[in-house]
């Protein structure tokens, strides 16, 4: 079987930029927000991340041959040329696009706020319990007070500093990208 | 001179021979010990295929084994990470799916990762008694991380083998510049493809000639007439003996429409590239056909059924073209008339057609 020598070696070297800079902005809120330390925050937005990637590509690798053709070509369109094969941006179009980029958002974030739980789980570091079983004087006035619990406070904080994080990089990435069309256009 | 032999066989005696029996020199002996014997045994007439194939397989596993042991004793280390697992891993992978044979590369390529982290893995999993536990706590998070990294490493190797199977069934993609995308990178951009528009278009024509040559004329009219259907039918007998049949899907055979040319007509084919393109451009093919009547003098013998059929077949076709040439109750003169029948003729040029840009490249 012959193969052509063209390589994905553009993809890889977006990939490895993009994944540094997503690391090192969430791994800075982390540190700041979920009190990890340096080296554990960075580690542990690695292995979110990397899961986050790995469950794109595996996604990418699925829907593609399943696609129906006029799908197929939008995506060789995109992939080979950097372009969408479309005469004309409709509603529909920009629509399609927009969800597209709200499911890839929020299908990060659940990977991330799951990864991220079940890696502080394995380290024994995950601090929240299911539920109170006992509460205490003080929990309890601070339930009376506040409305919620103290593991309801601390989870409704894990769960925004995940979404922050993962917001913050999404938008860098963005900005990147956004940044390579403006190059391209005025070079 | 002498010495320095001697002591280079002394040195790689001491690195293949084993010290003690416990080591992994002992199965790289087993490895080439099997490996000789299966080489013997299919050198001898009557030997036994099944014999061969099991010592080999040894061999391959004893090989394994030994590799496998050698980079655990000794370990090569890259910044700090042992990489002797995918060196192992690749022994493994030509061993287990033989590579070289066609087809299996992208498996072997596509496995090698994961089957890297699984003998990596393994340790951690099972000890020396066989038991099966899980990895101690410290060490779960980084075989996590070598885990997701390797799964990474096969996506990419998957991708690639992706857009190799993209570019095999709609090769003509490589008329385009791959330069502008974000995802491959290109190391021979100046090749020539075969765009198969050409050979669906030349196939076309010498259909149509094939159709329509030595037909009579009024047929040949009456085929331009529905040359849509027509058309239709033949592209899709040609898009099957493409060499790349899915690529169909990207060609539209334009309808023509037959221009005047002198007695006959002129019919320019035209097939769109209709799939993805670099930049605002796009490319199609074209061929023109004569297709000429030609009054020639029949061969064929008259037979009652054939030549009734030919005066009903020509006789309206000459009141058309030449009313004034029959002259009424002359049984005599009709019949020579007929003798010369009034065929089409195709020509199509000999030379080869070209791929036609329109647009503006960006």
Do not use: H
């Not at chain 1, 540190?31 to 580690?43: H, Y």
């Not at chain 2, 570019?167 to 003509?172: G, I, K, V």
């Not at chain 2, 790349?244 to 429409?257: G, H, N, R, S, T």
């Amino acid at each position: 079987m012959e193969y052509e020598p063209i390589f994905p070696l553009r993809a890889i070297a977006f990939q490895v930029l993009f994944l540094m800079v997503a690391i090192s902005i969430e791994a800075g809120i982390f540190r700041q927000r979920l009190r990890l330390g340096f080296k554990t925050s960075v580690q542990y937005t690695t292995v979110i991340n990397l899961a986050a990637v790995v469950a794109g590509w595996i996604a990418f690798l699925v829907i593609e041959p399943l696609a129906s053709p006029e799908i197929k070509v939008q995506i060789i369109s995109y992939l080979l040329f950097d372009r969408l094969l479309i005469t004309s941006w409709t509603a529909e179009i920009g629509g399609a696009i927009l969800g597209i980029g709200l499911v890839v958002f929020f299908a990060t974030y659940f990977i991330k706020l799951k990864g991220l739980e079940w890696i502080l789980r394995l380290a024994d570091a995950w601090k929240i319990p299911k539920k109170m079983e006992k509460l205490n004087r003080e929990q309890r006035y601070m339930q009376a007070r506040e409305g919620r619990t103290e593991s309801q406070q601390a989870l409704a904080e894990f769960t925004d500093s995940v979404i922050q994080a993962n917001a913050a990089s999404f938008t860098a990435i963005l900005l990147l990208l956004l940044l390579r069309q403006a190059a391209r256009s005025w070079a | 001179m002498q010495d320095a032999f001697k002591d280079f066989t002394n040195q790689m005696r001491s690195l293949l021979w084993p010290e003690k029996y416990f080591a992994w020199q002992t199965l790289l002996m087993l490895s080439l010990f099997s490996w000789l014997v299966a080489i013997l045994l299919s050198n001898i007439e009557d030997g036994n295929p099944i014999a061969v194939e099991v010592l080999s397989t040894l061999s391959w596993m004893f090989l394994t084994s030994a590799i496998w042991w050698a980079l655990e004793k000794n370990k090569i280390k890259v910044y700090g990470f042992s990489i002797g697992p995918w060196i192992t891993g690749a022994v493994f992978c030509l061993f287990a799916f033989r590579p070289w044979e066609d087809g299996r590369f992208r498996w072997a390529l596509s496995c090698w990762p994961l089957i890297s982290v699984a003998i990596m893995a393994l340790p951690d999993f099972v000890n020396w008694e066989l038991k099966v536990s899980l990895p101690a706590k410290d060490k779960r998070q980084p075989l996590i991380m070598v885990l997701l990294v390797n799964l990474l490493l096969t996506s990419w190797i998957l991708f690639y083998f992706r857009v190799q199977d993209w570019l095999r069934n709609y090769p003509s993609l490589l008329i385009n510049d791959l330069n502008r995308s974000a995802f491959v990178y290109d190391f021979e951009p100046n090749r020539q493809p075969i765009v198969q528009g050409i050979p669906l278009l030349e196939s076309t024509a010498s259909a149509i000639a094939d159709e329509l040559s030595g037909q009579p004329w009024y047929q040949a009219e009456r085929w331009l007439y529905t040359r849509k259907n027509r058309l239709e039918d033949i592209a899709l007998r040609m898009n099957n003996n493409l060499a790349a049949p899915d690529e169909q899907i990207f060609w539209q055979i334009a309808v023509p429409e037959p221009q005047r040319l002198g007695s006959g007509y002129l019919l320019t084919l035209r097939a769109d590239w209709i799939g993805p393109v670099a930049g605002n451009q796009s490319f199609y093919i074209e061929k023109s056909c004569k297709i000429t009547p030609e009054d020639r003098a029949r061969t064929v013998p008259n037979t009652p059924a054939s030549g009734e059929a030919n005066a009903t077949a020509t006789n309206p076709a000459q009141s058309s073209t030449t009313p004034s040439s029959t002259t009424p109750s002359s049984t005599n003169r009709q019949n020579a008339a007929a003798q010369v029948s009034r065929v089409a003729v195709v020509d199509c040029g000999e030379d080869e057609a070209t791929v036609q840009w329109t647009g503006e490249p960006e």
